[in-house]
């Protein structure tokens, strides 16, 4: 079945630093949603990329939609605190019947250290 | 609009015994989804529905079982707990916009702990 990861699982930035972390699916998929979740919270979406080599930003983050649709992108340029939490990239398969299915990656977990 | 609700919110179950968590979404939405995020593991798919009526499997279905009867709910069932199934369980709805699942909203999640 379909599978996505995401790398790296852990990362620990000073604040001010830059941080990406890298989504990879097994199959093509039809789109790509990044999503945020703050420590004890749910997650919230963030932005959905469509179109093959797409980017978009959204003030400091910055997102990649790869040029096959099997791998995604998110930056984050110059880190706060307020940037804390786990991001999930989630997309469903690119295919005729069964694409509402919403698997979701791994996750990168960010800490910041002031 | 309270978008998506679960309950229970915490839960507690022995080994064996049986509960269904409830969840419930008021913006008219066609797709629904159940999830168990475990620590390093992601939110994985357990069973997602496209409409009333309708469930289908999603990465891990065993020993749970959902039921779709009315739009607005999504049942998820446990007939037999068993510690392997202590999670935070969310509940997820979305729709379709321009051919693509759009957004997914989330509930606040159930912390199940089986003993």
């Known amino acids: 079945g379909q599978q996505v990861m995401q790398i790296p699982q852990y990362q620990h930035v000073q604040e001010g630093e830059d941080f990406t972390t890298y989504c990879n699916s097994s199959t093509t998929l039809s789109n790509i949603q990044w999503y945020k979740q703050r420590p004890g919270g749910h997650p919230v979406f963030l932005i959905q990329l469509v179109k093959s080599g797409e980017v978009k930003k959204q003030k400091r983050l910055t997102f990649q939609f790869g040029e096959a649709k099997k791998n995604s992108s998110l930056h984050i340029t110059a880190t706060q605190t307020t940037d804390v939490g786990t991001y999930f990239c989630?997309?469903?398969?690119?295919?005729?019947?069964?694409?509402?299915?919403?698997?979701f990656g791994t996750g990168t977990r960010l800490t910041i250290i002031p | 609009n309270a978008g998506v609700t679960q309950t229970p919110k915490f839960r507690v179950l022995k080994t064996g015994q049986s509960m269904t968590l409830l969840c419930a979404q008021d913006?008219?939405?066609?797709?629904m989804y159940w999830y168990r995020q475990d620590p390093g593991m992601g939110l994985r798919l357990i069973h997602y529905s496209v409409g009333e009526g309708t469930t289908a499997k999603g990465e891990v279905p065993d020993g749970y079982n959902v039921s779709r009867l009315k739009k607005q709910n999504f049942l998820l069932g446990l007939e037999s707990a068993a510690p392997s199934q202590t999670s935070v369980y969310f509940c997820?709805?979305?729709?379709?916009?321009?051919?693509?699942?759009?957004?997914?909203?989330f509930g606040q999640g159930t912390r199940l702990t089986v003993v």
């Open positions: 913006m008219n939405h066609e797709y």
């Open positions: 989630a997309g469903p398969p690119d295919r005729l019947f069964g694409n509402e299915k919403l698997t």
């Open positions: 997820a709805s979305s729709s379709r916009d321009r051919g693509f699942v759009a957004e997914a909203f």
